[in-house]
């Protein structure tokens, strides 16, 4: 069955380049989540969405990180003019629906790496 | 300061023998879930304990909740070597946003 889908699986880019990272989540998923995994550590949440809108968007580290989910589906992750310590792996979760102990499915996640 | 503290960090181990690993915080939790990661793999959800004192067992995993609901352990019993992975715990904040501890790197050697 289909899982949580995210491309690239690996992108290297230039300090101060613009990049996207795309997440397809489970069909049906309403609630998507993007979390940052740097080395050695686990996954930190960066933003929450219930359906198109995003509902939490506190763990953004700072107004270079946005990310967009228009028809309640795909989700992208774009970071603006990246640093170094942007470098890490970036995971995408989906789930049925926000709230309670619902299982959140992650996807393989986009290792970026920024030179 | 990690709401959730992981013990040990790494552990290497021969194949067939036990393991056990910590979850720890100050904090009380209504529910904290363990996961397992693979290499080039996200998160993948083994276990959610929600009762103070409750054991759950997964065949050879068996899973404890403290009783005072801060703290939970994981312990593998003849371990093999596809046990090999990153063993997270996390907890739910705001009924979505999952927050996790370091994570300890289990190695079972063949």
């Known amino acids: 069955g289909a899982g949580v889908s995210q491309t690239p699986s690996n992108k290297v880019t230039e300090k101060g380049k613009y990049v996207e990272l795309r997440c397809d989540p489970i069909s049906g998923h309403t609630a998507l989540y993007w979390y940052r995994q740097s080395l050695g550590q686990g996954p930190e949440f960066l933003i929450y969405f219930q359906g198109t809108g995003a509902a939490d968007d506190s763990g953004l580290p700072n107004d270079r990180f946005f990310a967009v989910r228009p028809e309640g589906s795909v989700s992208t992750l774009k970071i603006q003019r990246t640093e170094r310590g942007d470098s890490a792996v970036y995971l995408c979760a989906s789930s049925l629906s926000a709230g309670g102990p619902g299982e959140q499915f992650f996807g393989p996640g986009t290792r970026l790496t920024v030179l | 300061t990690q709401l959730l503290e992981q013990s040990p960090q790494f552990l290497s181990i021969q194949e067939g023998e036990n393991l056990t690993v910590y979850c720890n915080s100050s904090?009380?939790?209504?529910?904290l879930q363990w996961y397992r990661q693979e290499p080039g793999e996200g998160p993948v959800l083994l276990v959610t304990?929600?009762?103070?004192?409750e054991v759950k067992k997964l065949k050879r995993l068996t899973f404890q909740f403290g009783d005072a609901r801060k703290d939970s352990s994981l312990h593998i019993t003849a371990a093999q070597p596809g046990d090999t992975g990153l063993y997270l715990c996390a907890v739910s904040t705001n009924d979505y946003k999952l927050s996790f501890g370091a994570g300890t790197t289990v190695t079972v050697r063949a």
């Open positions: 904090s009380v939790f209504s529910s």
């Open positions: 304990v929600v009762t103070g004192g």
